[in-house]
């Protein structure tokens, strides 16, 4: 039973585009919300993250929005650059600095 | 900068060998996670402490998996007769873990790649 899912396992986008990556969750106790970044043989990089107080929280190039009532969440990437491709995790915890629940990830390709 | 730091980054072991991995979180980091992350999956828990109290254990955690983190500050991961299924990359993330400071990101290692033989 997957409580957070990344339902695109790729996205390819060109250079200064707009990258967007999508989330749901299932879960109603979850109030926190992250996006991590993942290069290979690294560990996952924190982006952004936003409460569940709020719809939108931005962040220079990234902007996370949430829909609480459709439990969806999207990680929006403006300009993209190449240095963007990488494996982006959505990951959930119902109450910060409790464990996290991650997605199965999406691989991002900015393609210059 | 200090980072969460993990040791070894590789291990190449035999089959029912036992294995221990270290992770130093960020000073002052009150709350310490270990996941585990298998090819096409994303981190899932295993463990975490609260200092040196072990708060929660995954069902992940077999009885052949142990934790400890004894002074509140390194922890460490062991996993007796390791199997085949073991194989993965272990990470470590560590985070400020107290109330006052809110909703608070966990940082990560870049992780200990296990692989058994």
């Known amino acids: 039973d997957q409580q957070v899912k990344q339902n695109s396992p790729s996205l390819s986008v060109q250079e200064g585009r707009i990258s967007i990556l999508n989330c749901d969750y299932t879960?109603?106790?979850?109030?926190?919300f992250l996006w991590y970044k993942k290069y290979p043989a690294e560990g996952p990089t924190f982006l952004i993250s936003?409460?569940?107080?709020?719809d939108k929280n931005e962040d220079g190039r990234f902007t996370v929005f949430l829909n609480k009532s459709a439990k969806h969440l999207s990680l929006h990437i403006v300009p993209s650059q190449p240095g963007d491709s990488a494996v982006y995790f959505c990951a959930a915890s119902d109450s910060g600095n409790t464990p996290l629940v991650f997605g199965k990830g999406t691989r991002l390709s900015v393609i210059a | 900068d200090t980072g969460v730091s993990q040791d070894p980054r590789h291990k190449i072991t035999k089959r029912g060998q036992n294995v221990t991995f270290r992770c130093d979180p960020i000073s002052e980091h009150n709350r310490l996670y270990w996941y585990r992350q298998t090819l096409g999956q994303g981190p899932e828990f295993l463990t975490y402490f609260q200092n040196e109290a072990q708060l929660e254990k995954s069902r992940l955690l077999s009885d052949r998996f142990s934790a400890e983190r004894p002074k509140g500050s390194f922890s460490t991961l062991e996993i007796q007769r390791t199997e085949q299924g073991d194989s993965a990359m272990y990470l470590c993330a560590s985070s400020p873990g107290t109330v006052r400071w809110g909703n608070q990101p966990q940082h990560f290692g870049d992780g200990t790649r296990l692989s058994i033989l």
């Open positions: 936003i409460s569940s107080i709020k």
């Open positions: 879960n109603s106790m979850f109030d926190y």
